[in-house]
């Protein structure tokens, strides 16, 4: 396994997202007890970073990465969010990045996770509500304090980023970025190399589409959300089919498999991308870290490149609304 710098902060290039392994998120069957191997097979293979988030579940995601790592938690990077859970309203699902939010989110996390510290803390999803500079001054304190040692922001946009770092230095921007999801590199690659920010992409495999598995919403379970994400349906999982078989072709011409050519594809994007492609099954965690090893050659990268980007939001409308733009 190959590492790279997020800012000052050195992870494995191919991290692990445990979000599918539990709540509201979670798609297909799994077990706690496969997820739990799913995150020792990858730290045996040389992954160093997790990621989480107290929303996931909520709290159950916490509690069971916090499990597999007891008596390992030195050999990882672990990185988790706040601010989709309001703490004033009972712990419901919704914005709050106030300043009393985060100091009792941090609490909740780190007990979960059975640490003392968090080594990249998110904001989750900027809070309009909120100046960025009160988020950002109140996590500022408890990197001062020892409980966090760097910063990210998920989703935030150019300027919330120039004015979050202003305050304090961010270490990564974790946002969707993947064959079928090019936005960010029209401005926010541009700004993160400028500050130097690392960048983390979320939902490498478009959540799990890009791995050739998925060719039709009857491949779905009934309550599978993506049943009704705008690019899982109709003319637009059509459409987007043919970035899978672009994906397929590359993946048989160099002995890979799809999930492999997805990853390979970011990572060559730079030293400063470190994806977190999520599973909760050990043969698929095996699978996604092999990609590391994987050279595209000049022609596929641009082949890659080259394709038309997915037709369709990437989320729902009512999840694009609470997305800073
Ligand atoms: N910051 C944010 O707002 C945000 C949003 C979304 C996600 N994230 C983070 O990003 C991580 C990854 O995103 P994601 O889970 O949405 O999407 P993803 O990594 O693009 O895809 C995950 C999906 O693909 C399946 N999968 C994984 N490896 C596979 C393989 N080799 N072959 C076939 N299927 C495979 C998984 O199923 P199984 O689990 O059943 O293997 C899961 O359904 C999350 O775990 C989370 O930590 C962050």
Redesign the pocket.
């Known amino acids: 396994m190959k590492y790279i710098s997020l800012g000052e902060l050195q992870v494995s290039r191919i991290g ?6 539990s709540g509201f ?1 979670n ?4 077990s706690e007890a496969e997820s739990i191997r799913t995150i020792h097979r990858a730290l045996d293979l040389g992954v160093t970073h997790l ?3 107290e929303i ?1 579940g909520p709290y159950t995601n916490e509690e069971l990465v916090g499990q597999a790592l007891k008596g390992r938690r030195d050999q990882v990077v672990l ?1 988790t ?1 706040f601010g989709l859970v309001s703490h004033a309203d009972e712990g419901s699902p919704g914005l709050d990045s106030s300043p009393a939010n985060i100091r009792v989110a941090v609490e909740g996390s780190l007990k979960r996770l059975g640490t003392d510290h968090i080594d990249l803390y ?1 904001q ?2 900027v809070d309009p509500k909120i100046p960025i500079e009160d988020t950002i001054g109140a996590v500022a304190e408890l990197v001062a304090e020892g409980k966090v040692r760097y910063v990210g922001l ?2 935030a946009a150019p300027a919330t980023i120039r004015r979050a770092h202003a305050v304090h230095p961010i270490t990564a921007l ?3 970025y ?1 064959l079928w999801t090019r936005d960010p590199e029209d401005e926010l690659l541009p700004l993160l190399r400028e500050l130097g920010i690392g960048f ?14 998925i060719r039709s919403t009857a491949d779905l379970a009934d309550d599978d959300w ?1 049943k009704t994400n705008p690019r899982f349906v109709g003319e637009n999982l059509q459409r987007n089919l043919r970035i899978v078989d672009e994906v397929q072709a590359t993946a048989a011409e160099v002995g890979a ?4 050519i ?1 990853l390979a594809w970011l990572l060559a994007q730079g030293n400063d991308i470190a ?7 050990v ?3 095996e ?2 870290t092999a990609a590391d090893a994987v050279e595209l050659s000049a022609a596929q990268l641009e082949r890659l490149g080259n394709l038309t980007p997915a037709a369709g939001e990437r989320h729902e409308e009512h999840v694009m609304a609470a997305i800073d733009r």
Not at 27 to 30: I, S
Not at 200 to 213: N, R
């Open positions: 692990l997202g445990a979000m599918s392994m998120y798609v297909g069957e799994g990621d989480t988030a996931y990185a969010k998110y989750h999803r998920s989703e974790q946002t969707e993947s983390v992409p979320y939902s490498p495999l478009g959540h799990g589409f890009l791995t050739g598995q993506r498999t799809p999930a492999q997805a994806p977190i492609p999520g599973t909760k099954r043969a698929r965690v699978e996604n």
